[in-house]
């Protein structure tokens, strides 16, 4: 069974419209992630979530919107999408028990954006 | 906030030979310092991870060194395959200020091993 799963995997879309990705986790953690890897495959954290509260919010503008109903839930929202949002954007999760404690983290496969 | 250089950009080895990725971090607070292969289209997964409470840490045929006062960690793969072609990130975590582990990403080490 797939750990961490996303959906969809491919997204083509216009500019200017809205769109969302939708991550799943089956393991059981308390803590999820988004990633944007641009075309250079840097790895840049965007928001992360721990039992649905809001704990990592970097500077990413305000069209993108995080939302956790759950914690095997982390969902991201995109408005007015920009030809700089094309990417390949990860969802991750780890469990970080207790809190401060560093472990490994499971990716998701990825979902690639294209912004036309 | 935590910076992570990595060294090289691009690694060719011949195959069977060893390879060395190098990344320095700049926060002293960084206590966990993990490596992830990415293959082609594939997901980033753990190999290989090292806490700052230990120098030295092997699997098989890859090993981490990290020197906390020099603040940089190596990863080295011995008897390279064509299967360890991939691109190899360096990471270094620490707590922000609400306590909880923030992990900040190398700029990545494609490696190619040649048949």
């Known amino acids: 069974d797939t750990a961490v799963s996303q959906t969809p995997k491919y997204l083509v879309t216009q500019m200017g419209n809205d769109k969302s990705i939708k991550c799943e986790q089956n393991?059981?953690?308390?803590?999820m992630y988004w990633y944007k890897q641009d075309s250079k495959k840097f790895l840049k954290i965007m928001f992360s979530?721990?039992?649905?509260?809001?704990?990592i919010n970097e500077t990413v503008p305000n069209r993108f919107s995080p939302k956790s109903p759950d914690k095997a839930h982390l969902n991201l929202h995109i408005n007015s999408l920009e030809l700089g949002d094309s990417a390949v954007y990860f969802c991750?999760?780890?469990?970080?028990?207790?809190?401060?404690?560093?472990?490994?983290?499971?990716f998701g496969p990825g979902t690639r954006l294209t912004v036309t | 906030g935590e910076n992570v250089e990595q060294h090289p950009s691009t690694l060719s080895v011949q195959e069977g030979d060893s390879a060395v990725i190098k990344c320095t971090y700049s926060?002293?607070?960084?206590?966990?310092f993990p490596w992830y292969k990415q293959e082609l289209g594939k997901r980033p997964q753990l190999i290989i991870d090292?806490?700052?409470?230990?120098g030295e840490k092997k699997d098989q045929r890859i090993a981490v060194t990290l020197n906390k006062t020099a603040k940089h960690f190596s990863l080295h793969i011995t008897e390279t395959q064509p299967e360890d072609s991939a691109v190899y990130f360096c990471?270094?975590?620490?707590?922000?200020?609400?306590?909880?582990?923030?992990?900040?990403f190398g700029t990545g080490t494609k490696l190619q091993v040649i048949p």
């Open positions: 991750a999760s780890s469990q970080e028990v207790p809190r401060g404690s560093p472990y490994e983290q499971y």
């Open positions: 393991l059981g953690h308390d803590t």
């Open positions: 979530y721990n039992n649905k509260e809001l704990i």
């Open positions: 926060d002293s607070a960084s206590n966990y």
């Open positions: 090292i806490r700052s409470n230990v």
């Open positions: 990471a270094a975590s620490k707590a922000n200020s609400g306590g909880y582990q923030k992990v900040t």
